[in-house]
């Protein structure tokens, strides 16, 4: 079944299932736990163990996690956000984010709440991420983004900086085996307008 639009997942229905198949739609899907490249249009083995339950998720689309292992959901609140950028095969993706305080009703009553939009477009040599405030009223959360993730980039990146200050450089690491580059700690908010640019 699809939770959302972008996250496909397949339970476990067998006793002591080692290996299901699951049917991937056409396109291209990442699996969420190593981020595995898998095409679409066609059935794949995938090992299942207790602890792993097949979930992929869609190229093209921008999924936000907060991925520390709390006692309760009040412990996460302030908690940091990694994005995972999945590209399609042209090399773009989209998704939101969306923020209330997580304690009252005021989203409805007072417009306290923010969403906002990710989008990520190729150019010749390079790939932008951008975010937009799309929704919401003066409510601003600070959760800030501890780490971006991008799979199936299909290139080796010479430098990540922010569009909005080219001397504004970010470390990375590229791993060319898996076609995934990782930004750890930009530092920028999440629901915040901010512009990366990842250049050959």
């Given amino acids: 079944f699809l939770c959302g639009e972008d996250l496909l997942v397949h339970p476990i229905s067998t006793p002591d299932a080692k290996q299901v198949e699951v049917y991937l739609p056409h396109g ?113 959360p600070q959760n800030v983004i501890e780490r971006l993730e991008f799979v199936g980039l299909g290139f080796h990146p010479s430098r990540v900086y922010s569009g909005l200050s080219s001397s504004e450089k970010y470390e990375f690491k590229y791993d060319k085996k898996k076609d995934l580059l990782v930004v750890r700690k930009p530092g920028v908010v999440a629901a915040a307008p901010f512009h990366f640019v990842i250049e050959k």
């Fill in 28 to 140: 291209t899907w990442y699996d969420v736990d190593d981020l595995t490249k898998h095409q679409g249009g066609n059935y794949v083995k995938i090992p299942v163990t207790l602890s792993k339950l097949p979930v992929f998720q869609r190229g093209g689309s921008v999924i936000p996690r907060k991925r520390r292992v709390r006692r309760s959901s009040e412990q996460m609140r302030k908690d940091p956000i990694t994005l995972t950028i999945a590209l399609d095969s042209s090399g773009e993706a989209r998704g939101d984010l969306y923020q209330d305080d997580e304690h009252t009703f005021d989203y409805r009553t007072r417009n306290a709440f923010r969403r906002v939009e990710y989008v990520v477009s190729k150019e010749s040599s390079r790939l932008n991420l951008k975010s937009r405030v799309v929704g919401g009223g003066e409510f601003v």
